[in-house]
């Protein structure tokens, strides 16, 4: 099941950062600090979410 998390985490944290960081610079939030803390936001939620969609799929596999 790791390496079906790797995988999908692989995908789903530039996702979710790219997503983030969207919204800081629709939010007129251009300085560096805000782009580094969406990023790592980014990155962070897709922690869980990876877990969650790996599990789901191991389990109706």
Do not use: H
């Not at 790791?2 to 999908?8: A, E, K, N, S, V």
């Not at 580094?36 to 990876?50: D, E, M, R």
Request: a positive charge.
């Amino acid at each position: 099941m790791f390496r079906l998390f790797g995988i999908i985490y692989a995908l789903a944290g530039p996702t979710l950062a790219g997503i983030i960081i969207t919204a800081a610079l629709t939010m007129n939030k251009f300085d560096t600090m805000s782009m580094i803390y969406s990023a790592a936001a980014g990155f962070l939620v897709a922690i869980p979410v990876a877990w969650i969609v790996a599990k789901q799929i191991n389990e109706n596999a």
